[in-house]
């Protein structure tokens, strides 16, 4: 099990032990972790499951897709480390992936 | 039983209500009263993910059993509210208990209208609103053995679920009463898109035909229309629309039409009685100022926030856009706002690159976009629908302007 770290924005840190297949979004959800509200249940509508995964990363969660940055595209709070957690499934490889979240969610 | 909040429907809105109750630190006790036996779950996944089998239940949970009992939120399910007294402040379940609220959140959404023909309830003809019904042993029998199935109804769900099953394989025939699919919800541009869509996925669409009676001794064997013919089918799915649940409403003397009567703060004529969801008809501002009932998540979730805000003393009237999608084939609908009363539709890029939107105006201000395989359009026309822009048909169908850019003219 992979252990997730899922960090508010004012910095509370969330340890997460989550299960390979689920989304970041679904561990988030599951373990009652705060600040991702998921209103559309993970099917890439409604962008209010905004986070930030650090560039370094990028390997291991991969790249956005084209529905996903279009979606990204107007969130509050956007940068260059903008995904939509419920479209990056937890593998084993992100044991120690620290997930920060912006502020608000939504656009 | 006593509690200072009952929630009356496990569904989408009553449980945002209690999250959201929660979330603003309120500290007296919450009970959700539901009819169904399981714990709060997604509705959209029985026509989409969960009917395809590609999610198990647990993944469309909305939160884990535990959180409730966490937050001290107390599920009373199986148990269906039969009875409101206003005045003692108190419901009464189908199980003869009686519990009294200090507030009372009206969350039930709607059963499956039936179709109110001969053998209309016989084995085989199936809705889809719950758990169960996706789960009837009709359901999973069919989709394993049946030849043929009828879907009744050309509305989202009734064309979601026949996407699912042609995509497992199925024969899907699709009888829709009107001249064209989704004629409630979208303009015709779409209705013509989604209709070439399934046929040329190979289900067999028929428009404009009227069901007479569903024929078979102990279960379905086929679907009689008016004009004498039968379509055989092993299955019926039946998708024309729910009836809000508000029977007891009605008796408790509340304001009802069309589902019950809210006003911005979605609260009921009767003292300390909300109502949300797809139960509440309420004035919606991107409606022009309409009475509208919204089946949608959005509506739900988002009416939930404003009562639980409310009950704190945080109370804001409910303005927010309506959104919605849907799912069929490799097809993402999305929408924003509302195209009910439009007088223009705008046509921005070509269905025949299943990529596209279409634009609704009414009196020039654009109120609606429905969204094909176009997110981009979806984000940036939530935006210009919250704004109100006013745009000609010339500018909105230009493909190479960004509709945000509109904004800035
Ligand atoms: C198959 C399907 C697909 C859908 N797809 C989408 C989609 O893609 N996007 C979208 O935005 N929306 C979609 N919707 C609509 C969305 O699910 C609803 O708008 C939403 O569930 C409404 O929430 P609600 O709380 O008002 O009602 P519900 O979620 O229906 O919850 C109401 C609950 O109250 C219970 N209840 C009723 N009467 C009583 C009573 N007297 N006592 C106790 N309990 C009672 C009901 O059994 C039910 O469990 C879909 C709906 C269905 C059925
Ligand atoms: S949960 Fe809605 S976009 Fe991720």
């Known amino acids: ?107 | 039983m006593q509690f200072d909040v009952v929630i009356v429907g496990a569904g989408h809105g009553g449980a945002q209500v209690a999250v959201m109750l929660r979330t603003q630190k309120f500290e007296g006790s919450i009970a959700i009263i539901g009819e169904e036996s399981e714990l709060p779950y997604e509705r959209p996944p029985l026509s989409k993910e969960y009917f395809a089998g590609e999610k198990e239940f647990e993944r469309i949970q909305l939160r884990p059993a535990r959180y409730w009992d966490e937050r001290e939120v107390t599920m009373l399910l199986g148990k269906r509210v039969v009875a409101v007294d206003p005045a003692a402040h108190t419901v009464a379940t189908d199980g003869g208990e009686t519990i009294g609220y200090g507030k009372l959140v009206w969350a039930t959404g709607g059963h499956p209208r039936v179709l109110p023909i001969p053998g209309g309830d016989l084995p085989g003809v199936q809705g889809v609103r719950t758990r169960a019904d996706a789960d009837a042993d009709a359901m999973k029998a069919a989709s394993e053995t049946a030849g043929q199935i009828v879907v009744v109804g050309g509305g989202y769900i009734g064309l979601e679920a026949a996407a699912v099953l042609n995509k497992a394989g199925k024969k899907v025939v699709l009888l829709e009463a009107q001249n064209r699919v989704l004629a409630r919800v979208a303009g015709e541009e779409l209705s013509r898109f989604y209709e070439k869509e399934h046929r040329d996925h190979g289900v067999e669409l028929h428009l404009g035909v009227c069901v007479d009676a569903i024929e078979g001794d102990t279960r379905v064997t086929g679907v009689r229309l008016s004009d004498g013919e039968v379509i055989p089918a092993d299955l019926v799915i039946v998708g024309i629309g729910i009836i809000p649940a508000v029977a007891p409403l009605i008796a408790a003397g509340a304001d009802c039409a069309n589902g019950v009567r809210v006003d911005r703060l979605c609260k009921t004529s009767l003292p300390d009685v909300y109502a949300i969801g797809d139960c509440a008809a309420h004035v919606n501002d991107f409606a022009e100022g309409a009475e509208v009932r919204l089946e949608s998540v959005q509506n739900a979730n988002d009416q939930a926030n404003v009562v639980a805000k409310g009950i704190v003393g945080d109370e804001a009237p409910y303005h927010a856009i309506p959104w919605f999608w849907s799912n069929q084939y490799d097809l993402k609908l999305q929408t924003a706002g509302l195209s009910t009363g439009h007088d223009q539709a705008v046509l921005r890029g070509d269905p025949a690159t299943r990529s596209f939107s279409v634009v609704y105006l009414k009196a020039g201000k654009v109120i609606a976009l429905d969204c094909v395989n176009a997110t981009r359009d979806y984000v940036q026309g939530r935006m210009v629908v919250s704004a109100g822009l006013e745009a000609g048909p010339e500018q909105l169908a230009d493909i190479e302007t960004p509709l945000k850019e509109l904004l800035s003219v």
């Open chain 1, 1 to 107: 099990m992979p252990r997730i770290i899922f960090v508010e924005f004012d910095g509370t840190e969330h340890p997460v032990d989550a299960s390979n297949g689920l989304s970041l979004m679904e561990a988030a959800r599951d373990h009652d972790v705060p600040g991702i509200e998921a209103e559309c249940g993970g099917v890439g509508s409604c962008a209010t499951c905004h986070v930030y995964i650090d560039q370094e990363w990028v390997a291991v969660s991969g790249a956005a897709d084209r529905v996903e940055r279009e979606l990204l595209e107007m969130v509050e709070g956007r940068c260059e480390e903008s995904r939509l957690s419920c479209q990056i499934d937890i593998s084993h490889e992100m044991d120690g992936l620290i997930v920060r979240m912006p502020e608000a969610q939504g656009f």
